[in-house]
């Protein structure tokens, strides 16, 4: 039994290498597929299990889906705590080894809700990306040796747009540092972080479930007091609860994409998506209350 196991695996690998099958990679969300597409370049095009509009933290995986990731060679996803519907499918379905979670990359800066809760969005924070890229370029080389050189290469590469990327959002935001923002779901944590924003309070938690009145009306009282200057919602979600907040008061309130819903898919959806943030995110701040 074992020599058949072994005798399937190395024709497999054989098979792989003689024919130069394209390497097989998938990914979670668009803002990861947009990563992965900088370091596979040419090479391939990683394909992508959640449209920009779908919500990450609640999905009913379809048998396409599931498809799709038994066929992959390899898979970048953000990790369990954004997905956890994810994670058995990777266990049962995925090739050992073939799961790389972008969140148990060393040196990750990692935000948390609570002691045990880790605040998974943190690819809005471009220095995690930057780190990210180094990660997936190896994790492809070792799966597509052929290509390492241009795995590496592009990453390079990708590092200085994502460099570049910090310092023009450092600038942009450059002067409303220090503005107050109500966000819809607990989603901008990282970003915060990374660009000295202060978020007041959240309109959902972290696994973006419904507020209830008394949070409501606490958060109308922190606009009325003057206290807010921007109010962030999510893309693509629902604004009735965000007019409620905001209902009589003149604070300015956004939509911000935080997922690349907005934004063709591909190796400039990600850089594309933190400048629109930015600057969507400088206005609102900026404008007069
Ligand atoms: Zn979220």
Same mark, same amino acid.
């Given at each position: 039994m074992r020599i058949f196991f072994f005798s399937v695996l190395t024709f497999w690998h054989i098979s792989h290498a003689a024919t130069a099958e394209p390497l097989r990679v998938l990914t979670d969300i668009a803002p990861v597929q947009s990563l992965v597409a900088m370091v596979m370049g040419n090479v391939g095009i990683p394909g992508v299990l959640l449209d920009g509009n779908a919500d990450p933290h609640h999905v009913q995986l379809r048998p396409s889906q599931v498809r799709a990731i038994a066929r992959a060679d390899l898979v970048f996803w953000v990790g369990e705590p954004l997905t956890p519907w994810l994670a058995d499918p990777l266990k049962s379905i995925v090739r050992p080894g073939a799961a790389n979670a972008m969140l148990k990359v060393p040196g990750t800066t990692l935000l948390y809700f609570d002691k045990a809760q880790v605040d998974p969005h943190a690819? %809005?924070?471009?220095?995690?990306?930057?780190?990210?890229?180094?990660? =997936?370029?190896t994790s492809l080389a070792s799966a597509d040796p052929v290509h390492s050189d241009t795995y590496r290469t592009n990453a390079n590469r990708a590092k200085i747009i994502l460099s570049d990327l910090t310092v023009r959002a450092h600038k942009s935001l450059n002067g409303v540092q220090g503005g107050n923002l109500i966000t819809a779901h607990d989603s901008l944590g990282y970003f915060a972080n990374r660009f000295n924003l202060t978020i007041m309070a959240t309109l959902a938690d972290g696994e973006a479930a419904a507020p209830g009145p008394a949070h409501i009306s606490a958060l109308r009282k922190l606009i009325a007091n003057n206290d807010i200057a921007c109010v962030v919602s999510d893309y693509g979600q629902p604004d009735d609860r =965000?007019? +409620?907040? +905001?209902d009589g008061f003149s604070v300015q309130s956004i939509p911000l994409d935080t997922s690349g819903a907005l934004l063709p898919?591909?190796? +400039? %959806?990600?850089?594309?998506?933190i400048r629109a943030m930015a600057d969507a995110m400088s206005g609102c701040v900026a404008s007069p209350r």
């Open positions: 690819w %809005l924070d471009p220095e995690n990306a930057r780190l990210w890229v180094d990660a =997936i370029a =965000i007019r +409620t907040l +905001t898919a591909g190796p +400039t %959806l990600y850089p594309d998506m």
